[in-house]
């Protein structure tokens, strides 16, 4: 009966944000390269943007996705994104994909090949991101759930309440702001369950990645993950890579020796070393 009536609340009642892109901008005009940035689904991209925009390169402009609280729309990302680009003529992309961003990713790119590649092959670097449904480490019970539950206001506070003693114990960069990162925990927090199943529903869906197919679109591919990435939480990691490397058989691993395999995608908390493993690609 609950169950039913949040589902109810949750289809009549407007849950928030809608999608879109934050933007920094280079120091140095014009801008030399774009980094394109799709994130976790539950990050928020405009704390995330904050974050990173102290690390960036001078000569970097940063576009980073900021999801909607339910929906997730690779066209309207497409296109909010290349009429940033064509504003700013870059002479490179670097395009981001943490966890569920990783497909983000790929959406893109079958977009931008599709559309002519207007500013030559991009490079990719991947986080920790899932290739397909098999490789998360959840039962496929909660996609078949997440199929039909739309979640509302009484899932979403549920959530937010047991996101308070879900803490991973993930250690903090020195010089991270620490305000940023309380906001964040914060706002993942109250993504709720209509995110959550939004979430699901793009991974359940994801169509499977094709033998060679990102040579023709991306330049140069680099797959990062922590140092036991075996103990990712949510993403079966060795699997991932396989799946990616099928599509980009020149891909390469980074290990980033201080990001404990425990942590999945600790971006807000360590956007220095993250930071720095993307622009040394």
Avoid at 52 to 71: I, P, W
Wanted: net charge neutral; charged share 25%.
């Amino acid at each position: 009966m609950v169950s039913g009536l949040d589902s109810l609340a949750g289809t009549l009642v407007d849950v928030g944000n809608k999608q879109k892109i934050s933007t920094t901008q280079a120091a140095v005009r014009p801008a030399r390269q774009a980094l394109v940035v799709f994130p976790g689904y539950i990050m928020p991209g405009d704390v995330l943007s904050a974050a990173f925009s102290r690390h960036l390169g001078l000569d970097t402009t940063m576009l980073v996705a900021q999801y909607a609280d339910r929906g997730l729309d690779m066209d309207d990302f497409y296109a909010q994104i290349m009429v940033e680009l064509e504003k700013l003529k870059p002479e490179r992309i670097r395009l981001y994909g943490a966890s569920l961003g990783g497909m983000c990713a790929r959406e893109f790119l079958k977009r931008y090949e599709q559309s002519g590649m207007r500013f030559g092959k991009v490079s990719l670097i991947l986080d920790t991101a899932p290739g397909n449904v098999r490789n998360i480490k959840r039962s496929p019970v909660l996609f078949w759930f997440a199929s039909w539950y739309r979640g509302g206001p009484i899932s979403g506070a549920i959530w937010a309440f047991l996101s308070r003693f879900n803490d991973l114990g993930v250690v903090a960069e020195p010089d991270a702001d620490k305000s940023l990162i309380e906001e964040g925990r914060r706002r993942s927090a109250w993504a709720g369950i209509p995110a959550l199943a939004t979430q699901a529903n793009f991974i359940d869906s994801f169509p499977a990645l094709r033998p060679l197919e990102l040579v023709g679109v991306v330049d140069r591919m680099t797959y990062i993950h922590s140092n036991n990435p075996e103990e990712d939480p949510l993403v079966r990691v060795e699997e991932s890579i396989a799946e990616w490397n099928r599509a980009f058989p020149a891909l390469i691993r980074v290990k980033m020796d201080d990001r404990s395999g425990g942590w999945h995608i600790p971006l807000i908390e360590r956007p220095g070393e993250v930071m720095r493993a993307i622009l040394a690609v």
